[in-house]
C-alpha cells in the first residue's frame, strides 16, 4: 500500500483532508503542555517545510490542470474538427455529444442538438428499422458494426451516411451509451449507384443482344432448315429430272433399236443393197416348205437368218432346232440327230429322241453342215428327200415333216472337189440358197450396226454412251473384219464397258492387214486353218487330248477339233 502511495500523486480531495488531519493534529499539540522551545522550533520548521511542500504541489496541480486543459482543447479540437462525425447517444438514442462535424452533416446549431432524439434524422421508417437492428447488433456483440442509412438534413435533404458504431465503455458514459462514426458517402453511393446503373443498363444491353442472338440464330436455324428443305426437294428434284433423263435415254436407246429392227429386218441390221437383197430373198422362201442353204463367212448372221425364216414361215409356233455339226462329237453325232434306243452302244443307258424328231412339224437348222461327217451326210440325204430314218438300235423307220435350214462358212463346192462332202446331198441342200455377203463388202451398214449395238450394250451394261465419232466410224470402215459382224459386236461391248464419259472409244488395234475380197478370202482362211492345225498336231506329235494335246493348245475342246481334222482330212500316216 506504501508503495502505491509513493508512485500515485494525491488527487486534491486526498489532499485536502491530509491538510486538515495535519491542522486538528496541530490544535491538539497547542492543547497540550507547552512544549520546549527546541520543540516549538522544529514543529516551525516543519510546518514551513510542509508550508513550502503544499505550495509545491499547488503548483504542481495548477501546472497539471492546465496540461489537462491544453490536452482536452486539443482533443475537443481533433474531436470538433474531424472531417468525420461523432455522435454519442444514450441508452434511448438521444444524442449526447456531437462534434462540429456532425453538427455540420445535419446543418443544426451544435448546441441545439444536445438531448435531441437521432431517429429525427433518419430519412423514413424504413431506415429508422436498418438502424435499430444496427444498434442491436451493436449492443449484442462487442466490436465496431457498420450500415448504411440514409440521414436528413435540416433542410430536408437527404445524404447517405455511413455508420461505424461501439458501444461506449468509459465510466463517464451512462450504461447503453453508443458511440457512432457517421461519414456521409453520397458521392460513394451516387458513384455505386451510377455503377449499378451501368451494370444494369450493361447486363439489360447484353440481355437484349443475347435475346437478339437467340432470336437471329432461330431465325438462323429455320432459315438453314428451309435451306436444308429447299436442298431436299432440290435433290428429289434432281433425282425426278436424272430419272426422267434416264428413262428417256433408256426410251431413247430403245428407240434407236426399234428403229433400227424397223428399217432394217427385225433382229437382222443393215440397209445396204446386199442386205436389202438377203431380205427379199428371206420374204420370198420364208413362206415356203423349201429347204434353204445359208452361206457366208463366220459371224455374217446366218443363224439369225435361220430363224427369220422359221419365224416368217407357217411353222413359227413350232420349234426349230439347231444342230451345231462342228459342237457335236463325231461319235454322237448321228444318235443326237436320229435318236437312240436304250442299249444300242455301249453307254445308251436309256432312249433318246433324235433332233430331228424334236423338231417335227418345225424347223432343223443344220449350222455348219460342211463339217458333218461322210457316213452321216447320207443318212441326211434320205431325210430330206423322203422325210425318214431309224434311230440307232431300232429297225422301226420315223417319219417327220420338218423344214431344213442349212448353213456354211465353207464353199461347198470346193468341199465337194475336195471329195469331202456329197455332191447329191449339196444339191438337195442348195434348194433355195441365200448368200449374207462379209461386212467389208458392205460398210455403209457399219454405222447402223454400231448404234444398234452400243444401244444394246448401253441398255445391257447401263452405260450412257451417246457419241460416236466420225473418226471412230472411219477406223471401224478401214478394218477388214474377219469376224464380221460377230468381231464387230464384240469389239463394240468392250468399247461400251471401257469407253468413260458419253463418247464411244474403242480400245482395240483395229490394224490388221486388208485380205482380198471375194472368195479367194474364204478359202484362204480355210487353208490357213488347216495349215495351223496340221503345225500343231505335228508339234504334239499327234497328240489331240491332254495337258500336252493339240486342242489344249488351239483352244479348242477334243471333240471340235476332231470335227476339224475330218472335215480338212487330217490323219496320221
Ligand atoms: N446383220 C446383223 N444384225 C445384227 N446382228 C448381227 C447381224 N449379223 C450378225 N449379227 C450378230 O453377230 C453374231 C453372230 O451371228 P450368227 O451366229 O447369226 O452368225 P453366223 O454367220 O451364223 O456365224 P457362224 O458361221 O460362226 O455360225 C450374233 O450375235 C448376231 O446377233
Known amino acids: 500500500m506504501a508503495k502505491n502511495k509513493e508512485r500515485r500523486p494525491l488527487t486534491p480531495a486526498e489532499d485536502l483532508r491530509r491538510l486538515a488531519e495535519e491542522r486538528a493534529r496541530l490544535k491538539m499539540a497547542a492543547i ?64 449526447r ?214 419365224n416368217r414361215s407357217a411353222r413359227k409356233t413350232r420349234p426349230m432346232i439347231t444342230v451345231n455339226c462342228t459342237a457335236l462329237p463325231g461319235n454322237l453325232i448321228e444318235s443326237e440327230l436320229f435318236g437312240r434306243e436304250k442299249g444300242a452302244f455301249t453307254g445308251a443307258s436309256a432312249r433318246q429322241m433324235g433332233r430331228f424328231e424334236l423338231a417335227n412339224g418345225g424347223t432343223i437348222f443344220l449350222d455348219e453342215i460342211g463339217e458333218m461327217p461322210q457316213d452321216l451326210q447320207c443318212k441326211l440325204l434320205r431325210v430330206i428327200q423322203d422325210g425318214e430314218f431309224e434311230r440307232l438300235g431300232s429297225p422301226h423307220t420315223i417319219k417327220v415333216d420338218v423344214r431344213i435350214i442349212a448353213a456354211s462358212n465353207r464353199n461347198l463346192e470346193e468341199e465337194i472337189r475336195a471329195g469331202r462332202f456329197r455332191e447329191d446331198l449339196f444339191y438337195r441342200l442348195n434348194v433355195f440358197p441365200i448368200t449374207i455377203p462379209p461386212l467389208r463388202q458392205r460398210k455403209e451398214d457399219i454405222p447402223l450396226l454400231v448404234n444398234y449395238f452400243v444401244a444394246k450394250y448401253n441398255k445391257k451394261i447401263g452405260k450412257k454412251i451417246a457419241d460416236v465419232s466420225k473418226e471412230t466410224l472411219n477406223t471401224l470402215a478401214q478394218y477388214h473384219w474377219p469376224g464380221n459382224v460377230r468381231e464387230l459386236e464384240s469389239v463394240i461391248e468392250r468399247a461400251i464397258i471401257t469407253s468413260q464419259g458419253t463418247t464411244l472409244r474403242i480400245q482395240d488395234r483395229l490394224t490388221g492387214l486388208k485380205k482380198p475380197e471375194g472368195e479367194i478370202d474364204i478359202k484362204a482362211l480355210a487353208d490357213l486353218e488347216r495349215d495351223h492345225i496340221l503345225k500343231v498336231l505335228q508339234k504334239t506329235n499327234w497328240r489331240i487330248e491332254g495337258e500336252k494335246g493339240a486342242a489344249i493348245l488351239l483352244g479348242l475342246n477334243a471333240s471340235t477339233l476332231r470335227a476339224r481334222m475330218r472335215k480338212f482330212g487330217l490323219r496320221r500316216n
Not at 55 to 66: I, K, P
Open 32 to 95: 497540550t503542555p507547552s512544549p520546549s522551545l527546541a520543540d516549538a522550533q522544529r514543529l516551525v520548521h516543519e510546518l514551513e517545510v510542509h508550508q513550502i511542500e503544499l505550495e509545491m504541489q499547488n503548483a504542481e496541480l495548477l501546472n497539471t490542470r492546465d496540461e489537462l486543459e491544453i490536452s482536452r482543447n486539443k482533443y475537443s479540437e481533433l474531436f470538433d474538427f474531424a472531417p468525420i462525425g461523432y455522435f454519442v447517444l444514450d441508452a434511448q438514442t438521444r444524442i
Open 97 to 310: 455529444e456531437i462534434n462540429q462535424a456532425g453538427a455540420q452533416m445535419l446543418e443544426i446549431e451544435r448546441s441545439l442538438l444536445t438531448d435531441k432524439p437521432f431517429s429525427r434524422f433518419i430519412a423514413d421508417d424504413e431506415e429508422r428499422r436498418k438502424f435499430t437492428d444496427h444498434l442491436k447488433s451493436v449492443r449484442r456483440e462487442q466490436g465496431v458494426h457498420r450500415c448504411e442509412i440514409r440521414i436528413r438534413k435540416n433542410d430536408g435533404t437527404l445524404f447517405h451516411g455511413l455508420l461505424q458504431s461501439d458501444a461506449v465503455t468509459n465510466s463517464d458514459c451512462q450504461e447503453g451509451c453508443i458511440l457512432i462514426s457517421i461519414m456521409d458517402v453520397t458521392d460513394k453511393w451516387q458513384l455505386r449507384m451510377e455503377l449499378q446503373k451501368a451494370h444494369d443498363e450493361l447486363e439489360s444491353a447484353v440481355r437484349e443482344r443475347t435475346a437478339e442472338l437467340i432470336r437471329s440464330n432461330a431465325q438462323l436455324s429455320l432459315e438453314i432448315e428451309e435451306h436444308k428443305n429447299a436442298r431436299a426437294s432440290l435433290k428429289g428434284a434432281y433425282t425426278q429430272i436424272k430419272q426422267l433423263s434416264e428413262k428417256l435415254q433408256e426410251e431413247n436407246i430403245q428407240l434407236q433399236m426399234d428403229l433400227s429392227r424397223e428399217s432394217n429386218f427385225g433382229e437382222i441390221i443393215g440397209h445396204s443393197n446386199a442386205m436389202q437383197y438377203v431380205f427379199f430373198r428371206i420374204e420370198q422362201v420364208a413362206p415356203q416348205d423349201a429347204t434353204v442353204l445359208l452361206l457366208g463367212e463366220t459371224g455374217t448372221g446366218k443363224g439369225l437368218v435361220a430363224r427369220a425364216i422359221h
